[in-house]
């Protein structure tokens, strides 16, 4: 019987280990993302805060918050639903708060025209914190979080003209760590029995092969 193949085993058995291993880890996550889903449920009955100067921190989700915005000095569009479930296009606006300010995004509301610009001046806005919008490839969702996520206030009310925003959606964060690391398993399990299928296939060829 022919040595197994040293080298492409090795690689195979440290990939096989490696799917492994991000699967217990995605395990793990899941575990902290059901808490942090628990203090979001908490967030949404705190009283409201002022816009916090980390938009990164994303244990504030859901919380209400204000800002005021000096200017606004762009505006962007993203489909989505508004609060009575009709379809239609999210205003977002990037304010300046101060000559050297971070700044912050706002949802303002929703509209029927993609290509209409809200008439909004700026000023004080009150709300709740969600995410902005992000298209991350879904592998990122599988290895890791990729950069941090940057928060946004959700307008309550609207800015004058433009549908009602809805209001914080936990069901909206997503919770794929148990799907993530069945995969990640079930790719394990596939590599080791299509490898076991290839060293059989050479062995079966070999012995056929005239001596």
Same mark, same amino acid.
């Given at each position: ?32 993302k059901e808490a942090l889903l ?66 912050? @995004?706002?949802?303002?509301?929703? $509209?029927? !025209? *993609?290509?209409?610009? =809200? #008439?909004?001046?700026?000023g004080g806005v009150t709300g ?26 959700? @307008?309550?009310?609207?800015?004058? $003209?433009? !549908? *009602?925003?809805?209001? =914080? #959606? ?34 079966? @060829?070999?012995s056929a092969s005239p001596r």
């Amino acid at each position: 019987m022919k040595r197994v193949p040293v080298v492409p085993s090795i690689i195979v058995a440290l990939a096989i280990v490696a799917m492994i291993g991000l699967g217990v880890w995605q395990l793990d996550r899941r575990s902290g993302k059901e808490a942090l889903l628990a203090r979001y449920a908490r967030n949404v009955t705190l009283p409201p805060m002022a816009f916090p100067r980390d938009a990164t921190d994303a244990t504030l989700l859901f919380r209400r918050a204000s800002a005021f915005c000096l200017q606004p000095i762009s505006f962007a569009i993203e489909g989505g639903r508004n609060a009575r479930g009709g379809t239609g296009w999210r205003q977002i606006a990037t304010c300046r708060t101060s000559a050297e300010g971070p700044g912050f @995004a706002v949802q303002l509301g929703f $509209g029927n !025209d *993609p290509h209409a610009k =809200p #008439d909004w001046k700026g000023g004080g806005v009150t709300g709740y914190l969600t995410y902005a919008p992000d298209h991350a490839a879904l592998i990122v969702g599988m290895v890791g979080e990729g950069a941090p996520k940057q928060l946004m206030l959700v @307008a309550d009310p609207p800015a004058a $003209g433009l !549908d *009602p925003n809805p209001g =914080p #959606d936990l069901s909206a964060v997503p919770n794929n760590h148990l799907a993530y690391a069945v995969q990640w398993f079930v790719f394990a399990a596939l590599a080791a029995i299509i490898y076991a299928l290839a060293l059989r296939r050479r062995t079966v @060829a070999e012995s056929a092969s005239p001596r």
